[in-house]
């Protein structure tokens, strides 16, 4: 049974005000493969803003839990966002030094939490799932939870990297989930191997969505390149993330 949490409610609330409001199609597969109780790693794909809104969406539908993300420490900074992140129990994660926020993480899961991971960091603008962090699977393996890779479809078109977003266009955009069958790992395994395993199932799952979305996305700049879209390569994305964190440095360093 979920614990009665105001804020999380009103944001839930909040959210299911503006699916509605536009009208999202959404559709999920594997529903089945959440937990309704006990710990676990929800490693979730990253192709837009608002995937660990929808995703906590599905989730609440289908049996009112909560998830706790791990979110980047700047977003807990800024006063409004940051007072909310805080009221869900989400996780504040410093990119520079992550180690608190790690140990945090494995309590939550053996405290019982469901926890949302975007084990691509930030949001990939190429539509296809990027190599993978290992930490999903350390902290997994460390709390003794299950990892549940879950893919998300169709919510890049209502906000994501580099695109200014469209109301017109969002309205009645479907958007679907593929929820993976839970896996098991364990500290004495290769994490690394276990990672390539997680990036497959991802991957797999992205595959099958992205075939079976009831909308062409051939030339649109949703689409992956290698469907006939115009959304950068793997290669290309990889190279201009690589030089705007290079920007960010250098204007640390200016600024310190």
């Not at 999920?28 to 803003?49: K, M, N, Q, R």
């Not at 053996?110 to 990027?130: I, K, Q």
């Not at 993976?180 to 390539?196: I, K, L, M, N």
Request: glycine share 10%; charged share 20%.
């Amino acid at each position: 049974m979920t614990t009665f949490e105001p804020i999380y409610g009103i944001a839930i609330a909040a959210g299911r005000a503006l699916f509605g409001a536009l009208r999202l199609k959404p559709r999920v597969e594997g529903l089945g493969h959440l937990p309704d109780s006990g710990g676990a790693v929800l490693a979730i794909t990253h192709f837009g803003y608002l995937d660990f809104a929808l995703v906590e969406w599905r989730m609440w539908h289908h049996n009112r839990r909560h998830i706790r993300f791990l979110a980047k420490k700047g977003a807990f900074r800024q006063p409004l966002i940051g007072a909310l992140l805080r009221g869900m129990h989400h996780i504040s994660v410093d990119m520079t030094s992550g180690a608190a926020a790690y140990a945090q993480a494995v309590d939550a899961l053996r405290d019982g939490e469901v926890l949302g991971v975007f084990p691509e960091g930030g949001v990939n603008a190429s539509f296809t799932v990027r190599d993978l962090k290992t930490g999903t699977v350390r902290m997994a393996a460390e709390a003794g939870v299950p990892i549940i890779p879950i893919a998300v479809w169709g919510g890049h078109r209502l906000l994501t990297k580099n695109r200014k977003p469209s109301l017109r266009q969002a309205i009645g955009t479907p958007v679907r989930f593929a929820i993976g069958e839970p896996f098991a790992v364990s500290v004495a395994d290769d994490a690394s191997a276990d990672t390539r395993r997680l990036h497959d199932a991802l991957q797999h799952l992205v595959d099958r969505l992205q075939t079976t979305y009831p909308v062409d996305g051939t030339g649109q700049w949703w689409q992956p390149a290698h469907l006939g879209g115009t959304a950068p390569t793997p290669a290309e994305a990889a190279r201009v993330e690589a030089e705007r964190q290079r920007r960010r440095a250098a204007e640390r360093s200016d600024g310190a």
